[in-house]
């Protein structure tokens, strides 16, 4: 089971940036994926996870900015992230399992972050 997360960067408050999360060894049609998110000096954090039947959930900090995808075919994972604040900045991290959740206990496998520094 491998993930690689991409598409991190630095942008201007405001800004969008969309990563991505290839997956690998595994149907990611049959699992669950999730993002989350560490910024130094804090806990890593749930951000928002896309369930096998089409559901999603958002932590509130991210609702109505973010937006999570998936395109089975390609066994990728996507974090649409609109309206960018410097409280985004953070290591970004996908991951996945059989149940969706927002905490990052619930999750065996992870990818490795990217980072995201939203400042002007």
């Known amino acids: 089971v491998q993930l690689q997360a991409s598409g991190g960067g630095l942008v201007q408050p405001g800004g969008s940036l969309r990563l991505s999360c290839a997956v690998s060894?595994?149907?990611?049609?049959?699992?669950?994926i999730a993002w989350f998110r560490q910024a130094p000096g804090k806990e890593r954090e749930g951000v928002s996870c896309?369930?096998?039947?089409?559901?999603?959930y958002y932590a509130d900090s991210v609702k109505g900015r973010f937006t999570i995808s998936r395109d089975n075919a390609k066994n990728t994972a996507y974090l649409q992230m609109n309206s960018l604040k410097s409280e985004d900045t953070a290591a970004y991290y996908c991951?996945?399992?059989?149940?969706?959740?927002?905490?990052?206990?619930?999750?065996?496998?992870w990818g490795q972050g990217t980072l995201v520094t939203v400042s002007s």
């Open positions: 991951a996945t399992d059989t149940i969706c959740s927002l905490y990052a206990a619930d999750f065996a496998s």
């Open positions: 896309s369930g096998t039947d089409g559901s999603t």
């Open positions: 060894g595994f149907t990611l049609q049959y699992y669950t």
